[in-house]
Structures are given as structure tokens and as C-alpha cells.
């Protein structure tokens, strides 16, 4: 995940927090979060076939992949993987406490 677009979506929540006028229909901070999110998940699901690849290619006796490359993979991905399902737990989470807000 890249740490500048992270960084540029803070900066314009901010410039909004303030009541500065940079950005007043908000439209680009949530089309930023979601273009983040979206390379997030793909990150995430690369980080997954990289990691059957490798597995495989060690299965099959390739001399070219060694055990330590195959759980450094995995473990990658498993990181990458719970990283995201808290991610999703907390949007869940967010959503169903705006919805139970009183109008």
C-alpha cells in the first residue's frame, strides 16, 4: 500500500475538517479512498497468488524456490489478508453505527 496517497488523503481530510475551501464538494477525498482501497484488495490478492505460486513451484521440486521463500510468502499474505478483514469489520462497523444514528 502506498504511504503517499495515504499521507494526500489525510492532508485533504484535514483541509476539510478546517473549513477550508479547497475541496467543498468532497467528491475527490472519497474517490481517493476508494482508488486506495481498491489497490489495497488487489495488493492483497497478488500478495495471495504470489504466495500459491511459490507453494506450488516448491511442490513440484522446483530448486529455484526454497521452504524459508514459501512461508515468507505466506505469511505475507496472511498478514495482508487479516489486515483486510479489519479494515472491513471497522467499515461495517461505521456504517451500521450511522445507520442507527436518529435523524
Known sequence: MRIDG???EMQAMML???GSKANPTGQQVGADFGN???KAINNVNGLQK???DMQMRFDRGDEDVSLSDVMIARNKS???FEATIQVRNKLVEA???L???PV
Open 78 to 80: 496472511s498478514v495482508a
Open 99 to 101: 445507520m442507527n444514528m
Open 36 to 38: 486506495m482501497l481498491s
Open 95 to 97: 456504517y451500521k453505527e
Open 6 to 8: 495515504f499521507q494526500n
Open 50 to 52: 504470489t504466495s500459491s
Open 16 to 18: 476539510e475538517a478546517t
